[in-house]
């Protein structure tokens, strides 16, 4: 089911498939989950979750040497009635309900915040407006925790916008009771000396769906960790990403799926365009079924668009299986140059070059953004897009 | 009267040992209104013809020239070309994922017509074409040439040639690959557009085959890069019963 076509020079796709009694995706970490950034040895760059990352460019997160500064960013948060939103400290056992940071630099984020954010959506209370984050970096460095938190058969939008310039590290947390709907939109739209470092942890209760869009166009280095597992049968999640990476940039997004609870589903689809020189982007895709998971349906896939030369994308996804009584599970990863050949075809039948290349990159990210369901966020990505690609001409 | 005139032209393409000539001296007129085949074997040089006009960046001009009504074709860009007139049907169309039939005929009117087509009479126009080449109207909703079988490219071709009405129509070998009823249902389709008498057309091919329903006004043999004899319909009839042996021998292969 793993799958490569054209893969420019430089670039990398692999995958596996492993049928293992032992668990690689967890034994591929240098050190188990844990709250206590002393835990975790100060990655050298060689270890599986570090190789790909530019430890040089993480401005000290990685090895106690960044310090939060009082600039750090400025958060705010806008939520309709039936919300609650608190600013709570460290022992609030909310913080640690959702699962523990998985690298030195989540754990330093959870070990290095004052104050946490929690926003509350009551039961059944169903919001027909967004929840809306905004986190504005101010120049300095900060680490933050969120975690919203949605009762049974409550439904919300939240949308996280991050904006500005900071070395951010932070633990972002989404709690779904039984039946719950959450639609979190995660958009990194930093200038281009932000760094920034997060693990988003979504647990899922019983009937539970959890959709995540996560949007990265800026930054210098943006490094995501989106996590799911689910606390009880009949969860759904689905994880969306777009990436648009430019030249000197590295955008990485590092996913985990686990499946250790039955008859759940999972359905990742992240799609990135690349272009100038040094233009990094990495996609880890790890999903782990694990033996008690039976009935389980999964599938993921990462699609890369590289427009120019220079620029290099690693795509890793791996399915690890412990039980073979699963509804369904596959992944495929690709990716593909801008064809010569496509933009000849186009701008032969009159279509000038910069609209042909408008017309192909639209094309490549209209399915996955048309599954965002959300007209306002959809019309921003596209136009987002479109301005990238100005940029690029 | 649109007139494009093709002098003496040499084209090379880039190999492992050097650039290689594959064009060495084309002469060809074609004026509005009229058909002309070009027919020869195999590695010619004939397809490098019409991407060479087209404006294909494989192929580097190394002399001669190409003009459309006095204009210096060779100058253009490739979309430039296409605005002033020139047409190319694709042997092997290109497939482009997540741009849609409709979307793609509409930006591609709206740059050759240089506005946007008004959309009612537009969508009229596109399903009259497209039933004439008897094609479900699903098809425009499907992306460009993805998934097509080999018919339903070529018919995209021609439903192309109709509804941007260039001054020159290329059509690189449209025949090769479809079966009797298609390959009658594009001829019928390249004969619509002839008949308004305001397209010259350069109809390259290998087989006789499509012209028992194109007919064409002349008739050139093309072997080792440039026109080796030229003729009315009568030569056609010629190459059918003997063959392209006569051009290749003694020549360099094919």
């Known amino acids: 089911m793993a799958e490569a076509q054209n893969i420019p020079a430089g670039s990398t796709t692999a995958g596996s498939i492993a049928v293992a009694a032992e668990s690689t995706v967890a034994t591929r970490m240098s050190a188990p989950p844990s709250f206590d950034v002393a835990d975790f040895p100060v990655p050298h760059g060689r270890e599986e979750e570090w190789r790909f990352t530019p430890l040089a460019r993480l401005r000290?997160?990685?090895?106690?040497?960044?310090?939060?500064?009082?600039?750090?960013?400025?958060?705010?948060i806008e939520a309709p009635e039936?919300?609650?939103?608190?600013?709570?400290?460290?022992?609030?056992?909310?913080?640690?309900?959702?699962?523990?940071?998985?690298d030195r630099v989540a754990a330093q984020?959870?070990?290095?915040?004052?104050?946490?954010?929690?926003?509350?959506?009551?039961?059944?209370?169903?919001?027909?407006?967004?929840?809306?984050?905004?986190?504005?970096?101010?120049?300095?460095?900060a680490f933050g925790h969120q975690v919203i938190e949605l009762g049974a058969f409550a439904e919300a939008v939240v949308v996280i916008d991050h904006t500005g310039d900071a070395v951010l590290a932070a633990n972002v947390d989404f709690v779904l009771g039984d039946g719950a709907k959450l639609t979190v939109v995660s958009v990194q739209d930093w200038e281009k000396d932000a760094v920034h470092v997060a693990q988003h942890n979504a647990l899922l209760g019983r009937d539970a769906s959890f959709k995540s869009v996560v949007v990265t166009f800026g930054g210098d280095?943006?490094?995501?960790?989106?996590?799911?597992?689910?606390?009880?049968?009949?969860?759904?999640?689905?994880?969306?990403?777009?990436?648009?990476?430019?030249?000197?940039?590295?955008?990485?997004?590092?996913?985990?799926?686990?499946?250790?609870?039955?008859?759940?589903?999972?359905?990742?689809?992240?799609?990135?365009?690349?272009?100038?020189?040094?233009?990094?982007?990495?996609?880890?895709?790890?999903v782990l079924i694990q033996a008690a998971a039976e009935g389980t349906d999964t599938y993921e896939l990462n699609r890369n668009l590289?427009?120019?030369?220079?620029?290099?994308?690693?795509?890793?996804?791996?399915?690890?299986?412990?039980?073979?009584?699963?509804?369904?599970?596959?992944?495929?990863?690709?990716?593909?140059?801008?064809?010569d050949e496509q933009l000849f075809y186009l701008m032969a039948?009159?279509?000038?070059?910069?609209?042909?290349?408008?017309?192909?990159v639209r094309g490549f990210f209209a399915e996955l953004v048309q599954q965002i369901g959300l007209p306002d966020v959809e019309e921003r990505l596209i136009a987002k897009v479109e301005a990238e690609l100005e940029a690029s001409v | 009267m649109a007139t494009l005139e093709i002098h003496d032209l040499h084209v090379s393409v880039d190999a492992e040992n050097g650039p290689r000539e594959i064009l060495k001296g084309v002469d060809l007129t074609i004026k509005q209104g009229e058909t002309h085949a070009v027919m020869g074997p195999n590695g010619s040089g004939k397809s490098t013809l019409a991407y060479s006009l087209a404006g294909h960046p494989k192929y580097t001009v190394t002399g001669g020239t190409v003009t459309l009504d006095g204009?210096?074709?060779?100058?253009?860009?490739?979309?430039?070309?296409?605005?002033?007139?020139?047409?190319?049907?694709?042997?092997?169309?290109?497939?482009?994922?997540?741009?849609?039939?409709?979307?793609?005929?509409?930006?591609?009117?709206?740059?050759?017509?240089?506005?946007?087509?008004?959309?009612?009479?537009?969508?009229?126009?596109?399903?009259?074409?497209?039933?004439?080449?008897?094609?479900?109207?699903?098809?425009?909703?499907?992306?460009?040439?993805?998934?097509?079988?080999?018919?339903?490219?070529?018919?995209?071709e021609i439903l192309q040639l109709e509804l941007l009405k260039p001054k020159i129509a290329i059509l690189d070998e449209t025949d090769s690959g479809l079966d009797v009823d298609a390959l009658r249902i594009v001829s019928e389709g390249v004969n619509r557009v002839r008949e308004t008498g305001e397209v010259g057309t350069l109809l390259i091919t290998h087989y006789t085959r499509i012209l028992r329903y194109i007919k064409p006004d002349f008739v050139h043999v093309f072997a080792n890069g440039r026109i080796v004899e030229s003729g009315g319909a009568e030569l056609a009839d010629q190459l059918e019963n003997e063959g392209y042996d006569k051009y290749v021998k003694g020549g360099a292969s094919a």
């Open chain 1, 306 to 339: 590289v427009l120019t030369d220079g620029a290099r994308v690693d795509s890793v996804p791996n399915l690890e299986i412990e039980t073979g009584e699963i509804a369904g599970a596959g992944h495929a990863s690709a990716t593909g140059r801008f064809d």
């Open chain 1, 60 to 76: 000290g997160l990685h090895d106690g040497t960044a310090v939060a500064t009082g600039e750090g960013v400025r958060v705010e």
């Open chain 2, 71 to 156: 204009e210096d074709v060779l100058e253009m860009s490739v979309d430039e070309r296409a605005r002033a007139g020139v047409f190319l049907a694709m042997q092997y169309p290109v497939e482009v994922p997540g741009v849609s039939v409709s979307n793609f005929l509409r930006t591609s009117a709206t740059a050759i017509r240089g506005e946007a087509p008004k959309l009612r009479t537009w969508v009229k126009e596109v399903k009259e074409a497209m039933e004439k080449l008897s094609m479900d109207p699903a098809f425009a909703e499907r992306n460009v040439n993805e998934g097509f079988s080999g018919g339903e490219k070529k018919r995209h």
């Open chain 1, 221 to 286: 280095v943006v490094r995501l960790h989106p996590r799911v597992s689910y606390a009880a049968p009949g969860g759904s999640a689905e994880l969306f990403g777009l990436y648009f990476t430019d030249a000197g940039q590295h955008q990485e997004h590092r996913l985990l799926v686990d499946h250790n609870t039955p008859h759940c589903s999972s359905n990742v689809a992240y799609k990135g365009a690349l272009q100038g020189q040094d233009a990094h982007a990495v996609w880890i895709g790890d």
């Open chain 1, 109 to 141: 984020a959870y070990s290095s915040f004052e104050k946490a954010s929690v926003v509350t959506v009551a039961k059944e209370a169903v919001l027909d407006e967004p929840i809306r984050i905004a986190v504005h970096g101010q120049g300095g460095v």
């Open chain 1, 82 to 102: 039936g919300v609650t939103v608190e600013t709570v400290g460290r022992e609030d056992e909310r913080l640690r309900k959702a699962g523990k940071p998985v």
């Open chain 1, 349 to 360: 039948r009159g279509i000038p070059e910069t609209e042909a290349r408008r017309l192909v």
